[in-house]
């Protein structure tokens, strides 16, 4: 059961990278300062969705 358990939860760690990829690009698109801006924000957006998940979601439990 535990296996099934976390196998749901990396579904769910792929789909929130997913959004803080897609919102890091997509500020760097809005912002309109050059294709390295947009990678460097698509960084940021990633790095921002692994501090997300360690602190916040990690920490709920099953709650």
């Given amino acids: 059961m535990t296996h099934h358990h976390h196998k749901e ?3 769910y760690d792929k789909l929130y990278y997913t959004v803080g990829l897609l919102a890091g690009l997509f500020t760097g698109v809005v912002i309109d300062n050059g294709i390295i801006l947009i990678v ?21 439990g099953d709650a």
Avoid at 53 to 58: A, N, Y
Wanted: net charge positive; proline share 0%.
């Fill in 9 to 11: 939860q990396e579904n």
């Fill in 40 to 60: 460097i924000l698509g960084i940021f957006g990633l790095l921002f969705t692994g501090f997300f998940l360690q602190l916040l979601v990690k920490g709920r």
